[in-house]
């Protein structure tokens, strides 16, 4: 299968996206990696930009996809079976529900979807039971996307805060192939 791979900015999440990819690696699936600006750019205390370039690179072997302009191809050109944005951020998510095509990540889905195949969400988020809960719901009615199982990650520091339970983004990924969500939404 060949999968576009997106990454956003939820930098502490990062890591455990790794592993899925490296997961999906060893099952034999060809992966796409496509960077949005920020994961491209940006220096956290969780990752070195450059290191995380480098370390998918080890894992994929492939170019990554980090501007629009190449981004655009994953659709009329390249078919990818199924889009997984993971992380995906709420800023991400709400430029998805309103057509906004400004990072390499929403131009990818945006190419995808012209040939209506899946794409898995990997939502985290710290207001995601707060001002992006309209845009999660309004998301969950579109055809097309698929979201991996979520949870609350710390009720007492984070109330409004969900995050994706990463190991169960590979079970969304085969559900949405057989146009199915995988359940239960949130744990």
């Not at 455990?16 to 999906?24: M, N």
């Not at 990540?105 to 190419?111: D, G, L, Q, Y």
Request: hydrophobic residues 40%.
């Amino acid at each position: 299968m060949l999968i576009g791979y997106c990454f956003t900015g939820s930098f502490c999440t990062l890591s455990k996206s790794l592993q899925v990819v490296e997961r999906l690696a060893e099952l034999g699936h060809t992966i796409i990696p496509i960077f949005s600006y920020n994961v491209r750019d940006i220096d956290t205390r969780f990752w070195l930009s450059d290191d995380f370039r480098t370390k998918v690179l080890e894992i994929t072997g492939g170019e990554i996809v980090d501007s629009i302009v190449a981004a655009e191809p994953l659709g009329p050109i390249v078919k990818c079976d199924v889009m997984v944005v993971a992380p995906c951020t709420s800023n991400t998510l709400a430029k998805l529900r309103y057509g906004i095509t400004d990072t390499p990540v929403t131009m990818a889905v945006k190419a995808h979807l012209r040939n209506e195949a899946p794409v898995v969400i990997a939502l985290c988020s710290n207001d995601a039971l707060g001002a992006s809960a309209e845009v999660i719901g309004e998301m969950r009615n579109r055809k097309h996307y698929y979201f991996a199982p979520l949870y609350q990650d710390d009720i007492t520091k984070k109330p409004r805060s969900l995050v994706t339970d990463m190991d169960e983004v590979i079970a969304t990924i085969e559900h949405a192939m057989r146009g199915m969500q995988y359940q239960p939404i949130i744990k």
